[in-house]
Each structure stands twice: as C-alpha cells, then as structure tokens.
C-alpha cells in the first residue's frame, strides 16, 4: 500500500541510514539493468538504440534521469523529456550528470505520435511515482499522458504506471498500459492489475530485517542480478 511504501522509505532513511541520492542511484542502475534484460542492443528493431525517457518532477523523475544515464554507459542512446525540473538539489545533480554525458533533453515532446514511434525503440514512464498524490494530475502531464497512449512502441513503467487520475492502490484503467513494469522495493497494490508481458522487482538491497517486518516475501534473486523478474 502507500502507507507501507512510505514506511519502507522511512525506515531505509532514518534507521538504516540510506541517503535518498543513494536509494534513486540503487533504483535508477537496478531499472536500466531490468530495461537490458528485456529489450537488449541486438533485440531494438531500429539501426540506432534509441530510448525515449519521459521524467516527471518528483522522486520518480530523478530515478527516471539515473536510468538513462546508466543506459548511456550501457551504449543505448537516451534521450530525455523533464519538462517541469525539479528545484531540489538533490534531483538537479542527476539532471547534470546527464548533461555532463552529452544525453540530450527534449524541449518539447511532439504531439504527432508517429514521430516518436519513427524515431525511439522505446519509451520510459517515469512520470508519475508511488509518492504522487492521488488525484488529478496537471498539465502538461495530463497531455504527455494523452499522447503516450497512442503510441505503439513498447513502454516502461517505473515503479507505477502513469496515469490523469492516479492513485498507487486503485491504479487506473485509463492510464497508459506499459508493456513492462520495474517495481521498487516492492510490488504497489495498483501491480496487481497489471496486464503487460514483464513485470521485474528492484528489491535485493532491502535489509533482511526490513524484508521480515513488512512480511514482503520478495521471491530469490537468481545468481548476483540485482532484479527478478515476477
């Protein structure tokens, strides 16, 4: 549920000390290696390896632009959609590391979908996280949203998948229907209604004893992958 999330959170903070710059980090590097397992280089259907990744404001925009840096040292070529940047410090390191790599920014996300189906292999949904608030997303997100339900190339959700009237535990049928979902640290409610081909959890950092609190059952990480998929 929300709640549990944000408790996990919490405690990851507070108890065990995690900074929240080194939990995006874990998350952002655990969902570009989930986005290699299933769409790896020789598998894109286009000559070049390009991702589109689309960013919202909050946490999970900033995990958004570390995944599209780790997918830039993996040879795939991001490219990034941040309209509304994030003033928090914390979020603008990652805005300029991706600058630093030369990954490009988008000024703006084309409204006619067969330019971004011509031009991506894929799309990452890092738009909307489990900490937005339920309700009514704004502009220009209800727009962003509107066009990326159109398009026909394969989507990522992070997290949640994104949605107008969003709420983490409901979830939203009228939101986009990614193809793949990457939860973090665990499965939200809103999961249980996901209908796509991949589902993969960023969990395997979590302490044992955070694991066993929450009852999360997290499944075996096979080998030293740091995702399982579900």
């Given at each position: 549920s929300r709640e549990?999330?944000?408790a996990i959170e919490k405690e990851?903070?507070?108890d065990y000390r995690?900074?929240?710059q080194q939990l995006i980090e874990i998350w952002?590097?655990?969902c570009a290696m989930a986005v290699t397992k299933v769409f790896p280089l020789p598998s894109l259907p286009r000559k070049q390896p390009t991702v589109l990744v689309v960013c919202g404001p909050d946490q999970n925009g900033a995990i958004g632009l570390v995944c599209a840096r780790h997918l830039?040292?993996?040879?795939?070529e991001p490219t990034i959609f941040y309209p509304k940047r994030s003033l928090n410090s914390l979020y603008r390191d990652f805005t300029t590391q991706c600058e630093k790599m030369d990954i490009p920014f988008l000024s703006y996300l084309p409204t006619e979908v067969q330019l971004i189906n011509d031009a991506y292999n894929l799309v990452i949904d890092a738009i909307l996280?489990?900490?937005?608030e339920p309700g009514e997303v704004q502009e220009p997100y209800?727009?962003?949203l509107a066009t990326l339900k159109q398009i026909r190339i394969p989507i990522i959700s992070l997290d949640v998948p994104s949605a107008t009237g969003w709420d983490v535990e409901a979830g939203n049928s009228e939101g986009i229907s990614p193809d793949m979902l990457v939860s973090l640290a665990a499965p939200k409610q809103c999961a249980t209604r996901f209908l796509g081909r991949h589902h993969f959890l960023a969990a395997r950092f979590l302490p044992y004893d955070v694991q066993k609190k929450f009852e999360l059952n997290l499944p075996e990480y096979p080998g030293t992958e740091c995702v399982v998929s579900l």
């Open positions: 549990e999330a944000e990851l903070l507070e995690f900074g929240r952002g590097h655990a830039r040292v993996f040879e795939y996280g489990a900490d937005a209800t727009s962003i």
